[in-house]
Every structure is written in structure tokens, then in C-alpha cells.
């Protein structure tokens, strides 16, 4: 069974900074693309950053670029999100995605229940 848990949200003022961390279990996290989407009130979904498997290759949203930074440690099952200068725009559920491999050629995306990040004065 495919488990995503993220965690570290919470309330947070403008220009401050959270680490998101996302835990995986349930496939071979190591060999598995990583992403991290956030979907606002009203808003699409949208893709925040993405980390390829090595870690070597990261892409980022236009609106987060320069503030935001991924990463992943593959020992840990586990990758984060460090939000810097959050605005209040960055207000959000947060959802951490695998890239998950099935058997023959499929790929399956799995989502995490997400975590609040609300960002307030």
C-alpha cells in the first residue's frame, strides 16, 4: 500500500519560513520522481517543485522559484520542501506526489492527504 504523509504546515507570517517534510512507504522511493503541488481556495492545483530520482535535477514553479528549494533523502523515504520568504499568496494545501512505476510501461500518481500551510499577519 502506497503511503504519502506530509507534515510540518502551519500558520506562519509573512516574510517567514516552514519545512515541509513528506514520508513515503509502499514502493522504491529511491527509483520514484518526487513533487510537491499545493491547491489554493478557488485555484487549480499546481505544481510547486519536482525532484528527479538521483536529486540531481529539481524544477520549480515560476511563482516559487528563488524562495522555495527541494530536496530528498533517499536513506529517510523522505522529501521537503523548505519554504523561505512566504507570502501570503503561498497560502495553500500542500500535497507531496510519487511517480510511482507499475508493472510493463504504467505509471500511477499517488497523493498525500496534504498539510496546511497558511500564511498570515
Known amino acids: 500500500q502506497v503511503q504519502l504523509v506530509e507534515s510540518g504546515g502551519g500558520l506562519v507570517q509573512p516574510g517567514g519560513s516552514l519545512r515541509l517534510s513528506c514520508v513515503a512507504s509502499g514502493f522504491t522511493f529511491s527509483s520514484t520522481a518526487m513533487s510537491w503541488y499545493r491547491q489554493a481556495p478557488g485555484k487549480e492545483r499546481e505544481l510547486v517543485a519536482g525532484?528527479?530520482?538521483?536529486?540531481?535535477?529539481?524544477n520549480y514553479g515560476d511563482s516559487v522559484k528563488g524562495r522555495f528549494i527541494i530536496s530528498r533523502d533517499n536513506a529517510k523515504n523522505t522529501v521537503y520542501l523548505q519554504m523561505n520568504s512566504l507570502k501570503p499568496e503561498d497560502t495553500a494545501v500542500y500535497y507531496c506526489?510519487?511517480?510511482?512505476?507499475?508493472?510493463?510501461?504504467?505509471?500511477?500518481?499517488?497523493w498525500g492527504q496534504g498539510t496546511q500551510v497558511t500564511v498570515s499577519s
Open positions: 506526489k510519487a511517480a510511482v512505476a507499475l508493472g510493463g510501461w504504467r505509471q500511477y500518481d499517488y
Open positions: 525532484i528527479s530520482v538521483p536529486g540531481g535535477l529539481t
